[in-house]
């Protein structure tokens, strides 16, 4: 794999972890459950961690970073915020949105590891794979606990 090809893979995984980045800051600022507020903003800081590590990377294989999330990323916020104005911010729509960026998150991951990436690249992202999978999980079960309430 060519350094532009692993730039290319860092760049979009840099999107997903700006776009888990937003998402969990915008969570933590609709909740007062003091239990999701410090998870959601522990998360948000996770992912602002991992995408400075993602861009290193790409700095240091020659390459421009991204800054931003992606599209998607924004319009399924701004879907999420129309959401939120008429049904009301409730704990559960929160999570259940809060996992399905998350799923989304272990999906790009996932196939950034079917790719021939260096060895040091890899293992990078196998961290990180490893960390989503985490948050996917705890968000998992934070909406179970909600749903039994």
């Known amino acids: 794999m060519t350094n532009e090809e692993t730039i290319s ?36 800081q996770r992912c602002a961690e991992g995408a400075a590590m993602l861009q290193e990377q790409v700095r240091r294989l020659g390459g421009e970073p991204e800054t931003e999330g992606s599209f998607s990323g924004a319009a399924h916020r701004m879907w999420v915020n129309l959401k939120t104005a008429v049904t009301g911010a409730d704990k559960t729509s929160i999570l259940k949105e809060c996992e399905r960026g998350e799923q989304h998150a272990v999906e790009a991951y996932e196939k950034a590891l079917q790719e021939d990436l260096p060895s040091d690249v890899r293992e990078m992202v196998e961290m990180q794979h490893n960390g989503v999978i985490a948050n996917m999980e705890r968000v998992h079960t934070l909406l179970q606990g909600q749903m039994q309430q």
């Open 9 to 44: 893979v860092l760049n979009d995984l840099i999107e997903v972890s700006k776009d888990g980045e937003r998402e969990f800051h915008d969570c933590a600022e609709e909740v007062t459950d003091p239990e999701l507020l410090n998870f959601f903003t522990k998360t948000s």
